[in-house]
């Protein structure tokens, strides 16, 4: 990968795959509050540095693509935190707010990388390709060694590292999509390259497995984009046809394995069905590796001729075709008919109170889904407050007025309706700006419809890294992935990479090539070059940039740190309330001062002022919980229960029936049937408080 005038790859591949690696491991599936802090924190302290280096380093005169979408995408992260003003749930606005901050920076980043690194392209996809790889494998030895690795998950579908299923199955999708360009590139290393028959063939296993139909579905409409895009046609055939092959096998076996393909069964049965799968696992790579490296030595020997090539085309397309018109003709013989089973799925499909599939092999042909009951929460939502909609993430609060059973979801399962449902009109209209714009910038560098315009490495690596964003994005509209950084940060270092690459040769804004082999393995030249370029380029003005860049990335870095902060004081407030009152009562107020915005710190500052005998203060702090966040039925419970044992039941019994309002099922008989503890306490509650208030009615 390393010659005359090449740029050097296997580092910035490696750099890649490890920060993606780290990202995903470390922050998973994005819910747990520490993890997702450090992670934020870092990404956006590295994109003000980033963006800061190539403001001060970046050569003069040299147009700069990308800066309307990465515009866009900071004003959409900063409609997020100016929602704290009306939200439902300010605290989780806040920490919402960190986390688009935190893309903003990445997709900065990419745009600003690109300027100065364009020739680095093979290193991001190739990166992505072996992150992916990474991920997937350590998800098939969960389900390889579940005594060691994963000994509590009763689930037959893959889910980790991420602990949701969806997630797993979108970054087996895009990284098929990366796979697709390695084992179809005219460059670079052979067996480099024949090194994507085994990859593709464990990323589509790991997407089969994980049961996701939604990473299926948006990796069909990738694929079909890619292959109309790209000329590689049979090269990627090829890829994808045996490497799909010796997936399926894989996964039938899987399939028929009750061990494997069940629910709930016991961990010594599915660890020695484990093992076997296992070795058919080992056995697929090896083989896909084999094959891999035959392919493209038969490849680079003979290559096919010109009539060879149309004619497996040809058949190719005439395969695909009999495929659909078997489909169709297996709907037509069915019992409800062609247009009857088409309209039957709609119909299952939209049906909010549509069963649940299970979570066995059978949910991929299962057409019934719970999302359209989220779907139409966040709906009625939007119709309630339909220009600002309830604040970034309240949709978890604001829901528990509509819903119609006690399941507990975090988000709407859709990025359009959620963003519809948290930032109403005004936050889906940057969306579609944002949008917009990124499209008309990826085209500059993509060309998607100019059959005339040659098909270079570079041009073929863009299409790539387009179909990969339309991968994630078709997903995101369907899952709310977008949540999930080690997925999302993938694809905002594409669509940046894309944004902000501009025309890619034989352009006057074509980027300069980078020194030669010479100059760059010459000792101290890069030093020197690096002080040189510093005094020659950074006058005043960019350097005050480059420094406005770094203080501002630090002073966001800081702001996405105070929750965590506050969660750390509350939890020493609640350690120390045992032992040392007065120093949990400092903690409790610290928790609050550094985070204003946390309903969970006022609540345990309250506590802890009524355990040290300061009840009308305790009061005051609860009456200041329901003032800050009077959506969120929590404070209403708070004050009621404070109320109720302090002897005033007409009070407790208005903000308990103010709580019920706002959550209506938190007394469902169906969870008090099954047990739940705070719906009974909160039932037990209402009715002491209903006896009493009428109790003194009655005397009075």
């Known amino acids: 990968m390393r010659g005359a005038g090449r740029p050097v790859l296997w580092w910035p591949t490696l750099l890649v795959a490890a920060s993606f690696c780290l990202i995903t491991f470390y922050a998973k599936g994005g819910l747990n509050l520490e993890s997702m802090t450090a992670i934020e924190m870092v990404l956006t302290v590295c994109a003000g540095l980033a963006v800061g280096a190539v403001v001060a380093l970046a050569p003069a005169g040299r147009r700069a693509y990308g800066l309307w979408p990465a515009g866009l995408l900071l004003a959409f992260a900063a409609l997020s935190a100016l929602s704290v003003v009306w939200s439902v749930q300010p605290d989780h606005s806040w920490q919402d707010s960190g986390r688009l901050l935190a893309y903003s920076g990445v997709f900065a980043a990419a745009v600003a990388l690109v300027r100065v690194a364009p020739e680095r392209w093979p290193a991001v996809l190739g990166g992505i390709a072996l992150a992916s790889v990474v991920v997937c494998a350590y998800a098939l030895l969960t389900k390889i060694f579940p005594g060691s690795l994963a000994p509590s998950d009763t689930f037959a579908r ?49 997407l089969v497995l994980a049961y996701s139909r939604g990473a299926l579905v948006a990796l069909a409409i990738g694929l079909v984009l890619w292959f109309c895009l790209v000329p590689l046609r049979l090269r990627g055939a090829a890829v994808l046809i045996v490497a799909g092959a010796c997936a399926a096998a894989v996964a039938a076996f899987d399939f028929s394995k009750h061990a494997l393909s069940a629910e709930g069964v016991a961990l010594a049965q599915r660890t020695s069905a484990g093992h076997q799968l296992g070795a058919l696992v080992l056995a697929m790579v090896i083989a896909l590796t084999i094959a891999g490296i035959a392919i493209g030595f038969l490849d680079a020997r003979r290559a096919p001729s010109l009539l060879l090539r149309r004619r497996v085309g040809a058949l190719l397309l005439a395969l695909v075709a009999l495929a659909l018109v078997g489909f169709a003709g297996a709907l037509a013989h069915s019992s409800r008919g062609f247009t009857g089973s088409i309209s039957h799925a709609v119909s299952v499909l939209t049906n909010p109170n549509a069963k649940t599939p299970p979570n066995t092999p059978g949910r991929l042909t299962a057409v019934a889904s719970v999302r359209a009951r989220y779907w139409k929460e966040a709906l009625q939502i939007y119709d309630a407050h339909p220009v600002l909609g309830v604040g970034a993430d309240g949709y978890q609060t604001a829901r528990l007025r509509f819903r119609t059973e006690t399941l507990e979801v975090k988000h709407a399962h859709g990025f359009a309706v959620q963003t519809l449902a948290d930032l109403g009109l005004v936050g889906l209209a940057i969306a579609l700006a944002l949008l917009l714009a990124w499209s008309l910038a990826a085209r500059r560098s993509t060309h998607p419809l100019e059959r005339r315009a040659s098909y270079t490495p570079e041009r073929i690596g863009m299409l790539s890294m387009l179909c990969l964003v339309v991968v994630f994005g078709v997903h995101s509209f369907v899952d709310w992935t977008w949540y999930v950084p080690g997925d999302a940060c993938v694809a905002l270092l594409c669509a940046g990479w894309l944004a902000g690459r501009g025309p890619l040769a034989g352009t006057a804004h074509e980027p300069q090539p980078l020194a030669s082999h010479r100059d760059r393995d010459e000792p101290g030249m890069r030093a ?24 501002l990335a630090v002073l966001a870095a800081w702001s996405q740190w105070q929750p965590q902060r506050s969660e750390d004081a509350r939890q020493e407030a609640l350690a120390l309330l045992a032992s ?14 550094r985070d204003p915005l946390s309903a969970e710190a006022l609540l345990t500052l309250a506590s802890i002022q009524q355990t040290a005998g300061q009840p009308a203060i305790a009061r005051a702090t609860l009456q200041r919980a329901v003032r800050l966040q009077p959506s969120n039925p929590q404070t209403w419970v708070a004050l009621g229960k404070y109320d109720l044992s302090a002897g005033d039941s ?31 306490e909160i039932h037990n509650d209402y009715i002491e408080a209903l006896r009493a208030s009428g109790s003194k009615s009655a005397s009075g």
Do not use: D
């Open 158 to 206: 893959l889910e980790e590292p991420y602990g949701y299923w969806n997630a797993l199955g979108l970054t087996a999708a895009m990284g098929v999509i990366c796979c697709m360009w390695l084992g179809t590139r005219r460059s670079g290393h052979a067996l480099v390259s024949a090194l994507a028959y085994p990859a593709a063939g464990l990323l589509a296993l790991t």
């Open 528 to 551: 020197r070059r690096f002080a040189a370029a510093l005094l020659r380029r950074s006058g005043p003005y960019r350097l005050a940039l480059a420094g406005a860049a770094i203080v």
């Open 650 to 680: 007409q009070a407790a019994l208005k903000e308990l029936q103010a709580a019920i309002y706002l959550n209506p099922e938190s007394i469902a008989p169906e969870a008090i049937a099954r047990g739940e503890r705070e719906a009974i």
């Open 580 to 593: 040392n009152p007065r120093l949990a009562q400092a903690a409790a107020n610290t928790a609050v001062a």
